[in-house]
């Protein structure tokens, strides 16, 4: 039997070994694990970047799964992106907020997978609510906006998972992911526990800026796009109103409108918030109704692609201002 190749076998064979050249050169060069001086860490959405950024330093390489300018919640991943998950050294995601996360973690994630929620219990998803002593009437926070927000409340057990958004909470999440490191790369761990110690003090300095800020305000309302910012009204004794529930939906219904612009009224307020990765045309409709202004209150899932330069603490800050003049603190 004749044991040379033919043509069309050599062809074949070509073929193949070029396509696995491609793939590694593109793995030695893009994937985690390629550079063996830093951990490789895979970040699931903006504040865990950050925060991974700011505790690993230069020990660290952070891959941020959602792209900026995405909304992260419907995050869907590309095989490139499972492929990140699978061999990345640490994944920091938070459980119920990407379903498409949870899922590659589940699958690929091993005990390589840090989930910030497990840092601190998360707040349900009505305490961070509007309540008070018109309880009961519709158009209050704590009850999802419709029948598909409440299946999303549902599947993640019905928590809240905003947490970043309370400045004392992520410098927690800062030192639970220091020790994380610490574990994953023993020598470096000093460096990583002085670094979450820094971004602690600031932390707790923006903590003390909003906390003064918010201290005497003419309103304590905030009509919302979505219901995003539980744990900062929970903490700064502020009230959310959201046009939709804790996941960003286009197009609430015109029941939910005339109830967020009946509540917009009653509260007395200047200002309808919208955000800066989702459509302010809801926002507009109802600030055009009941006469008041728009302005942006950013629940920091991901930088906007304008705002490239800024970073959590100049977005927090940029969120105080609007909140003191829309609730006229002094
Ligand atoms: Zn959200
Ligand atoms: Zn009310």
Same mark, same amino acid.
């Given at each position: ?6 043509? *069309? ?26 550079? !063996?001086?830093? =951990? ?5 959405? &903006? ?8 505790? %690993? ?21 590309? !095989?490139?992106? =499972? ?9 920091? &995601? ?33 305490? $961070? ?27 993640? $057990?019905?928590?809240? !998972? ?27 761990? /000093?460096?990583?526990?002085?670094? /979450? ?10 903590? %003390?800026? &909003?906390?003064? $800020? ?19 009204? %929970? ?28 509540? /917009? ?12 990765? =989702? ?8 600030? *055009? ?5 728009? /302005? =942006? ?10 705002? +490239? +330069? $800024?970073? &959590? ?10 909140? *003191? ?6």
């Amino acid at each position: 039997m004749n044991s040379r190749p033919t043509p *069309r076998v050599l062809a074949a064979t070509t073929t193949a070994l070029l396509a696995l050249a491609g793939v590694t050169a593109c793995s030695s060069d893009d994937v985690a694990g390629a550079d !063996p001086q830093r =951990v490789d860490v895979v970040a699931a959405f &903006y504040p865990l970047q950050f925060v991974a950024e700011r505790v %690993g330093g230069d020990a660290v390489r952070v891959t941020n799964l959602a792209k900026p300018g995405a909304e992260p919640h419907d995050l869907e991943l590309n !095989p490139g992106q =499972v492929g990140q998950v699978s061999e990345a050294e640490l994944i920091v &995601y938070l459980k119920g907020f990407q379903p498409a996360v949870d899922e590659a973690v589940e699958q690929n994630g091993g005990d390589r997978a840090f989930d910030v929620a497990t840092v601190q219990p998360l707040l349900d998803a009505a305490a $961070g609510g509007h309540d008070h002593d018109h309880e009961g009437e519709p158009g209050h926070s704590e009850e999802p906006a419709n029948a598909e927000e409440k299946e999303h409340a549902d599947e993640g $057990g019905g928590k809240d !998972p905003h947490v970043w958004l309370d400045p004392t909470r992520l410098a927690t999440i800062g030192d639970k992911l220091a020790e994380r490191l610490g574990t994953a790369d023993p020598d470096r761990a /000093a460096d990583y526990a002085s670094r /979450a110690k820094a971004l602690r003090t600031e932390l707790e300095q923006l903590d %003390g800026e &909003y906390t003064a $800020g918010l201290k005497t305000c003419q309103r304590r309302e905030i009509v919302v796009s979505h219901t995003a910012f539980g744990y900062l009204t %929970g903490r700064y004794q502020l009230e959310q109103i959201g046009i939709s529930g804790l996941t960003p939906e286009n197009e609430p219904s015109p029941q939910r409108l005339a109830e967020v612009a009946e509540e /917009a009224r009653e509260h007395r307020a200047t200002t309808i918030f919208f955000e800066t990765l =989702v459509s302010p045309k809801v926002a507009e409709t109802i600030a *055009r109704e009941v006469g008041a202004k728009t /302005a =942006v209150l950013d629940p920091i899932e991901g930088l906007s692609a304008e705002n +490239s +330069s $800024g970073d &959590y603490f100049s977005v927090m800050r940029s969120n105080l201002e609007s909140l *003191r003049t829309a609730l006229s603190c002094s």
